[in-house]
């Protein structure tokens, strides 16, 4: 037979709290740029054959750059070092670092695209695609996302009998 006994109400409660962390902003808007740059590697950069595994690496500082290694080499270690700054604990740096630099490579290949239209007289908007866009707005995310915070510190508080 079980036995109460009643405490007194005026008697110190006696607590024990636990630290854990949760996922914050910064990993899951992390998380969600990088989902956003392996998409666009598999999405149309530019009309025509524009995929990024048929463009050439060489088209940033050459327009007329054919062969291999595809534009694959930029932005595949890009999605991981921006996937892996979204999980490490002070990866804030990584996404930060990984956002610019995709900004950067997005930006020159616009450039390149936008002199070729510009010489053969047709329109930059009706040339890019929208792979193009998905990376450009990946690369702005994954930046943004360097400035909030990667896990949450929280406390549990949990009453001891």
């Known amino acids: 037979m079980a036995v109460s006994r009643s405490v007194p109400q005026d008697a110190p409660v006696r607590t024990r709290s636990r630290r854990s962390l949760t996922p914050g902003p910064g990993m899951v808007v992390g998380i969600i740029a990088t989902i956003g ?8 950069w530019r009309s025509g054959r524009g995929h990024p595994s048929d463009i050439p690496a060489a088209f940033l500082w050459d327009r007329d750059a054919t062969g291999d290694p595809s534009f694959l080499v930029y932005l595949i270690p890009l999605a991981v070092l921006l996937g892996v700054g979204s999980v490490l ?9 990984a956002g610019v ?15 070729i239209t510009d010489d053969l007289g047709v329109s930059f908007g009706d040339a890019v695609d929208t792979g193009f866009w998905v990376a450009a707005i990946a690369g702005a995310v994954g930046f943004v996302s360097g400035f909030l915070p990667t896990w949450l510190a929280s406390r549990h508080v949990e009453e001891v009998a």
Request: hydrophobic share 60%.
């Open 101 to 115: 630099l995709t900004l950067v490579v997005v930006g020159v290949f616009a450039y390149q695209l936008h002199e």
């Open 89 to 97: 604990r002070g990866g804030a740096g990584l996404r930060i670092l």
């Open 37 to 44: 740059l392996v998409v666009s590697m598999f999405m149309s």
